[in-house]
């Protein structure tokens, strides 16, 4: 099994900027994308971002492009999203997930983390 935890999520106001961490553990997928979804009270679960092993193909949400950047460092089986500019919008529960193919559909992740809060007040 893969175990993936996700750090980093906090109370921060507008216009700040939060790096979120998910390191992955346990019998790791070979070459995963890695994805970080978020789900807001009430709403359904939505793609945010997603990078592929080697992290030259990148994926973004329309809401996050040009403020929200994925990266990974596979020696150390972690994935980060670097938020910047946050709006009360992004309020949500951010997880992180593991898939064999590079997508935006949470449907074909296979691993997912327990989420980490990331709450934006205005």
């Known amino acids: 099994q893969v175990q993936l935890v996700e750090s980093g999520g906090r109370l921060v106001q507008a216009g700040d900027s939060l790096r979120l961490s998910c390191a992955a553990s346990?019998?790791?997928?070979?070459?995963?994308?890695m994805g970080w979804f978020r789900q807001a009270p009430g709403k359904e679960r939505e793609f945010v971002a997603v990078?592929?092993?080697?992290?030259?193909?990148?994926m973004y949400a329309d809401s996050v492009k040009g403020r929200f950047t994925i990266s990974r460092d596979n020696a150390k089986n972690t994935v980060y999203l670097q938020m910047n500019s946050l709006k009360p919008e992004d309020t949500a529960v951010y997880y992180c997930?593991?898939?064999?193919?590079?997508?935006?559909?949470?449907?074909?992740?296979?691993?997912w983390g327990q989420g980490t809060q990331v709450t934006v007040s205005s």
């Open positions: 990078s592929s092993w080697s992290g030259s193909r990148l």
């Open positions: 997930a593991a898939s064999t193919m590079l997508t935006t559909t949470h449907g074909a992740y296979d691993y």
């Open positions: 346990g019998r790791t997928v070979s070459r995963p994308a």
